[in-house]
């Protein structure tokens, strides 16, 4: 079946730009993540979706980052005003249940020039 | 908060040799994930072990999770080129109730590289 989808794959921005990241789930997932990779930090938790709700926004590292659920299915990451700092590669995740194995997409790489 | 470190940082084997990878816990593991990155792509689920003494394998990996010693151990025999990648291991955090929910914690990572 369909994995975890996310678009675009590569995104290459100017410093200030906003920019919307899109993750597409298997189908019957209720559990949504999204993490971020980068080289100076490793791979680190942003927010958690459970159905269209955000129990845990414990990780977004600052107010220009925004994500939404809708219709328990399809996510979007925003990040307003981009930074330089921002620039890493972006991973979603879904659970069939909040306890259970995660399964990534293959993530958008974001440059932030 | 919990942290995970791996060790080593990046191992370079033969083909054919075996090999250990290992993640070790600042607090106590409630489950630990296995999963394995391409350069270039997101991560493809191994293994999770969720109970004390657990052992799991699929083909030639084994993982083993060590309660006692908050640590887990992900074993590779007669490694192959195949196998060459980022090893990632992860656990998950415990909500208000008491229960484990999704959000994970991951270690640095092992960059394995296997030659022919």
């Known amino acids: 079946g369909a994995g975890v989808s996310q678009s675009p794959s590569n995104k290459v921005t100017e410093k200030g730009k906003d920019v919307e990241l899109r993750c597409d789930p298997i189908?019957?997932?209720?559990?949504l993540y999204w993490y971020r990779q980068s080289l100076g930090q490793g791979l680190e938790f942003l927010i958690y979706?459970?159905?269209?709700?955000?129990?845990?926004k414990s990780g977004l590292p600052s107010d220009r980052f925004s994500a939404e659920r809708t219709g328990g299915s399809v996510s979007t990451l925003t990040i307003q005003r981009t930074q330089q700092e921002d620039s890493a590669v972006y991973l979603c995740?879904?659970?069939?249940?909040?306890?259970?194995?995660?399964?990534f997409g293959p993530g958008t790489r974001l440059l932030v020039l | 908060s919990q942290e995970l470190e791996q060790s080593p940082q990046s191992l370079i084997v033969q083909e054919g040799k075996n090999l250990t990878i290992n993640c070790t816990s600042s607090?106590?593991?409630?489950?630990l994930y296995w999963y394995k990155q391409k350069y270039g792509e997101g991560l493809i689920f191994l293994m999770m072990?969720?109970?004390?003494?657990e052992e799991k394998s699929h083909e030639k990996i084994t993982a083993k999770l060590d309660e006692k010693k908050q640590q887990s151990s992900l074993h590779i025999t007669a490694s192959q080129p195949s196998h060459a990648g980022i090893y990632l291991c992860?656990?998950?955090?415990?909500?208000?109730?008491?229960?484990?929910?999704?959000?994970?914690?991951f270690g640095q990572g092992t960059i394995l590289t296997v030659h022919p």
């Open positions: 995740a879904s659970s069939l249940e909040g306890q259970e194995t995660q399964y």
């Open positions: 189908s019957g997932h209720t559990a």
């Open positions: 979706f459970q159905g269209n709700s955000a129990p845990d």
């Open positions: 607090k106590t593991l409630y489950g």
């Open positions: 072990l969720q109970k004390g003494g």
């Open positions: 992860g656990s998950p955090s415990i909500g208000a109730g008491g229960t484990s929910y999704g959000k994970l914690t």
